[in-house]
């Protein structure tokens, strides 16, 4: 017991179960969780009743929001993990280190420069470490870009194609949660896309320059719905009979753990994980369009739309003696709704080359389980267990964090203002 790794957690919503789960079940040699903490008890309730029941873990001690500080003194971590709502991850990572501890934390590190400056700030003051979970770098056949560059196949990089869709089952849910307030989550082009603007930092081996961009909501919102002849609308679908028959709804009531972790928690904090994706109150975008310019002046054309049919994406990098193409088709999913395991599961891929004189030819590319395209077990196992040498230097800090977030916190400005963004120009490091 006394080597093991002893880890809290903060923000036990639909995210916070990849960690606690994996960290119980799987590496239970090398670590230990030893709190809960969160603005709501009934679902840190529900935590302690998966872990008893699911996970065959005694339940731990909670504390709400206010007993961080608390539960740091009293329990004694080596670790914060923190899954809380995205516009407070700054504040429980910078406390975490001031009390002596390290942390990990789900993407985005936080969603704006201030709170990222105080982040990169904080760190150097306290000597403590920040890693952040991009589990795409994880997944082999991003793993295999990255080797494949690495080694000059395609010469030097010179610009990237990148587009990526997001369904009416998968994109339409960052319209029903808080993230529609771009105040809780920065807006898709930080919640989502610091995956997308990491994977390009770490295959290229560069960080944004200059960045520019356009954005709107064009098909959520009640105006774009009254726009194509819809005439009645709800607030939640719960219990909502003009929910019924709209295939955007989500009805908290139709799974256990679905009603559990929301349904039954709304008295704690009023928060309605079920809101109609074509209500008032969004102000995200879900169509958009990024131009990047990086320090090794390679260009990215970057596209995200979150109301497709399908779900995956299309890549294209452009070099000096050829070209790399990636297609993607991934498993759709809800969060907290379904296997863990499945979330961003492939379906379907390719991976090619193209040189420039001569024939084109597929990669092949290991097969791997689990959910983000197989690099979950890779990246838990790096957090949790006992991890390999790694030649491709997948491991995320908050430096690899707040890169990935700064284009698209630069992306925000620029659509506000309509006029090109030095990213030196947020943040110092």
Not at 230 to 252: I, K, S, W
Not at 309 to 324: C, D, Q
Not at 406 to 417: E, V
Request: with cysteine.
């Amino acid at each position: 017991m006394g080597n093991k790794k002893r880890y809290v957690l903060v923000g036990t919503g639909g995210r916070a179960e990849f960690f606690y789960g994996a960290l119980t079940r799987d590496f239970s040699e090398t670590s230990e969780l030893v709190g809960f903490c969160d603005i709501n008890q009934v679902r840190m309730n529900y935590a302690n009743q998966l872990l008893r029941e699911k996970y065959n873990y005694p339940e731990v001690p909670t504390y709400t929001a206010d007993q961080f500080d608390q539960m740091i003194e009293q329990e004694k971590p080596d670790y914060v993990i923190v899954t809380s709502v995205d516009r407070t991850h700054h504040k429980y990572i910078i406390r975490a280190m001031e009390l002596g501890c390290d942390v990990v934390t789900e993407k985005p590190m936080t969603i704006d420069e201030e709170k990222c400056q105080e982040i990169l700030d904080a760190v150097k003051r306290t000597g403590q470490h920040v890693r952040v979970t991009f589990n795409y770098r994880y997944a082999p056949h991003h793993t295999k870009i990255r080797e494949l560059i690495l080694n000059d196949t395609i010469g030097k990089v010179t610009s990237v194609h990148f587009e990526w869709l997001l369904n009416t089952r998968h994109g339409a849910d960052y319209f029903r949660r808080w993230h529609r307030d771009k105040r809780n989550s920065g807006g898709l082009l930080v919640h989502k896309s610091t995956h997308h603007f990491d994977l390009v930092n770490f295959w290229i081996g560069s960080q944004p320059e200059t960045v520019f961009a356009f954005g709107d909501l064009m098909f959520y919102g009640r105006e774009n719905a009254e726009d194509r002849g819809v005439t009645q609308f709800y607030n939640r679908a719960t219990g909502n009979p003009l929910a019924q028959e709209d295939p955007f709804a989500l009805h908290l009531d139709s799974d256990a753990h679905l009603k559990s972790m929301y349904l039954d928690a709304e008295t704690e904090d009023g928060y309605q994980r079920d809101q109609s994706v074509f209500g008032d109150g969004i102000n995200i975008e879900d169509t958009m369009g990024v131009l990047v310019k990086y320090r090794n002046k390679a260009i990215l054309t970057y596209s995200l739309v979150a109301y497709q049919p399908w779900e995956g994406y299309h890549i294209a990098i452009n070099g000096t003696k050829g070209r790399l193409e990636m297609n993607i088709v991934e498993q759709s999913y809800v969060n907290s709704l379904g296997d863990k395991s499945k979330e961003g599961a492939l379906i379907g891929k390719t991976l090619r080359v193209l040189p420039m004189f001569g024939a084109p030819y597929e990669v092949e590319v290991e097969e791997k389980e689990g959910g983000h395209g197989g690099g979950d077990p890779v990246l838990l196992n790096d957090l949790f267990g006992e991890p390999a040498e790694d030649p491709f230097h997948r491991a995320a800090d908050h430096v690899d964090g707040a890169r990935s977030i700064l284009t698209g916190i630069a992306a925000n400005r620029a659509i506000a203002t309509g006029l090109p963004v030095k990213v030196d120009t947020l943040v110092q490091f």
